[in-house]
């Protein structure tokens, strides 16, 4: 099922509050799934959505921290439960929590704020060299060893090789989109997007081994401005630190532009 598609079975909000709305949604198709449960990726990007849709239409996403708490399953009721913590002149703060079958599964604490004039003015994001693939490098699609939801995506190396292939490397570079067009590329589908990369530590491995992420966090420093149904964007993501059955990775994320638009930090466990 198409991104877009699945985004729309949203259902409209139940007020439940002043600050506070329950959306439900059918349940994620297992051609999403990753392993056991849903793709990570798409559950960040599917409370992004019920989140934008009570936002203040002022306000762009600064910062999106994520916890994956526990598994969620296929085609099983869904419920988006958003609370807006705070809205200040500048800011809004959201608490926003996917619960199934009484559980909660993801939690979000997510902050939009407005452009404002500031006497500020630094950059020092870093750049790449990386051209856009003509011949792409996908990740393969291997039945049984990598996660169902590829399909959704391409994956393009530049640096670094696939998972379970005893390498040296603890990094990707690289390129990625989705496989098809969207209607209208926004946040929801970048958060996606960002997240289909699968750990670059898993690289290091001989043997098929799971991991999940605990936590990730993703900060947007520049506003899209995305022109095309199917960009391309720049990926380079480094493994800082990897033991007792953790990893740490940063990741930076450019446009077709090549301009900085979001960075990345996952806490990753490890089995293996």
């Not at 902050?111 to 990386?130: A, T, W, Y």
């Not at 506003?223 to 480094?238: A, E, K, M």
């Not at 493994?239 to 930090?265: C, F, M, P, Q």
């Amino acid at each position: 099922m198409h991104i877009d598609k699945l985004l729309e079975h949203t259902a409209a909000a139940v007020k439940s509050g002043d600050n506070q709305w329950t959306f439900s949604h059918p349940g994620l198709p297992d051609t999403w799934g990753q392993g056991r449960t849903a793709f990570g990726g798409i559950t960040a990007a599917m409370l992004h959505h019920a989140l934008s849709l009570v936002v203040e239409e002022d306000r762009s996403l600064r910062a999106y921290h994520t916890n994956f708490v526990g598994p969620v399953s296929f085609d099983t009721p869904i419920e988006l439960v958003v609370e807006k913590l705070r809205a200040g002149r500048n800011m809004t703060q959201f608490l926003a929590k996917l619960v199934q079958n009484g559980d909660v599964c993801v939690c979000i604490q997510a902050c939009f704020g407005v452009n404002r004039e500031s006497k500020i003015s630094i950059d020092k994001l870093p750049s790449h060299s990386m051209a856009v693939p003509q011949k792409p490098n996908y990740i393969p699609q291997i039945p049984k060893l990598m996660p169902r939801f590829f399909r959704y995506y391409d994956l393009a190396v530049e640096q670094g090789q696939f998972p379970f292939s005893w390498s040296k490397h603890s990094h990707y570079h690289g390129w990625m989109r989705f496989k098809e067009p969207l209607e209208n590329f926004n946040y929801s589908h970048l958060i996606s997007l960002i997240d289909a990369w699968p750990p670059a530590i898993l690289q290091q491995l001989k043997l098929p081994a799971p991991a999940s992420t605990v936590s990730w966090d993703i900060e947007m420093v520049q506003p899209l401005n995305i022109t095309s149904d199917n960009p391309w964007f720049g990926y380079q993501v480094d493994t800082r630190l990897a033991n007792d059955g953790y990893a740490h990775t940063e990741a930076t994320i450019w446009d077709d532009k090549e301009r900085v638009v979001a960075l990345s930090r996952q806490t990753i466990a490890v089995f293996g």
